[in-house]
């Protein structure tokens, strides 16, 4: 059966992309004029059409598909109405995201760079549905192995690294706390490794192992809440990692990111893991390379229309997410801008593909 769910004979994607396809049309002189944007005091949302809705009721009932955050005023159209600010968004635009019928899940990124209070979570999930689930990035200050500098360099080793008691008290309660049933999935995703750590992979598994086992029990309060490690390193995809994580009743964070080896080569750890929810988050397209973040975003800027279409990687996706959910596990999948250019735009892309898989 595992062979069958998530088999390497996946689906061939699609010749083309007709909306990536289409040719822009060349700017009238009204419209290379200067205008001057009017911003709205409220955030409304987008009038969903028939073929959205109907999009969304075809989906299965244990996917919740969503972007990482919320805040990009190149959405408009697409999730909201109107000309918004990044702090206009930050406060209106996550009920307003909700509203979407195909985010049912969202990605909450900041918590990487500081950790979030019980009340900052408390005040998310006010926001939203009682179906929808939140996907939080645990703090960096424990998820990576160096202390780095605003440039983004790592000066020395960090002592908190996998650290159980800030994961425990600064990450794993608060958001607990704050979230209650809506948290979704708690991701530590460990930071690429210096290559004298990598060379010691017994010690950081239990070292890991140690952390996880530490951590409170999610379902008491959050019934679909998961633990998740997402890596952005290929030596972590060993039968020990496995292991630790099965012992620990954690799953893997499929990672699409261009650091780490295609949807496919990653398949063998949902295998060793299985039966279990999937969590994913598709981070970045491999055309800018492991390193290639920021070309992304200069490049991709103002997140409005789609670039980099990777029609393979959406029929794979796609392929595991039908495979997974028509077994009765719940899938969690989180798609950023950096992806393909727009996630809202990716999140529809992929949407039909799963839909096509049901109706075949």
């Known amino acids: 059966m595992q062979d069958d769910l998530f088999s390497d004979a996946l689906p061939k994607p699609p010749v083309g992309d007709v909306a990536a396809q289409a040719s822009t049309p060349k700017p009238t002189p009204e419209a290379e004029a200067p205008a001057r944007r009017k911003r ?12 959205l809705k109907a999009l969304a009721t075809a989906l299965p009932a244990r996917l919740r598909l969503g ?15 109107g000309e918004h600010s990044d702090a206009q968004l930050s406060k209106q635009g996550l009920a307003v995201y909700a509203q979407h019928p195909l985010m049912r899940t969202v ?40 202390v780095r500098s605003e440039d983004g360099r790592g000066r020395q080793p960090n002592p908190a690294f996998l650290s159980p008691e800030l994961a425990r008290s600064e990450f794993v309660e608060p958001a607990l706390q ?8 708690l991701v530590f995703q460990l930071s690429p490794l210096p290559l004298a750590q990598l060379d010691r992979m017994p010690l950081l598994l239990e070292r890991l192992r140690t952390m996880l086992l530490a951590l409170p029990a999610l379902a008491p309060m959050a019934p679909d809440g998961v633990i998740a490690v997402e890596v952005r390193d290929p030596e972590w995809l060993t039968p020990d990692f496995a292991a630790v994580l099965r012992e620990a009743c954690a799953t893997y964070c499929l990672g699409l990111h261009a650091k780490m080896p ?13 039966p279990g929810p999937l969590v994913c988050r598709w981070n970045l397209n491999p055309v800018h ?29 796609a392929a595991v997410i039908a495979g997974i959910t028509g077994r009765g596990q719940n899938a969690l999948v989180t ?10 735009l990716t999140v529809r892309g992929v949407a039909e593909e799963v839909v096509k898989l049901g109706a075949r």
């Open 335 to 344: 798609i950023s801008n950096h992806a393909e250019g727009s996630a809202p």
């Open 178 to 185: 704050g979230l209650g049933h809506k948290l979704g999935a």
């Open 289 to 317: 390379g492991p390193y290639g973040y920021e070309d992304a975003e200069r490049l991709y800027e103002p997140y409005d229309r789609l670039h980099h279409p990777d029609l393979e990687t959406r029929a794979a996706l």
């Open 262 to 274: 295609p949807l496919q080569a990653q398949l063998p750890m949902l295998r060793a893991l299985w």
């Open 107 to 146: 990605s909450i990124d900041r918590s990487f760079y500081r950790p979030l209070t019980a009340s900052q979570f408390e005040r998310y999930a006010s926001q939203v549905p009682d179906d929808f689930r939140f996907v939080v990035k645990a703090p960096s200050v424990v998820t990576d192995a160096l």
């Open 40 to 51: 709205s005091g409220v955030v409304a949302p987008i009038a969903a059409d028939e073929a």
């Open 67 to 81: 972007t990482s955050s919320w805040t990009y005023p190149g959405w408009k159209g697409l999730v909201w109405e």
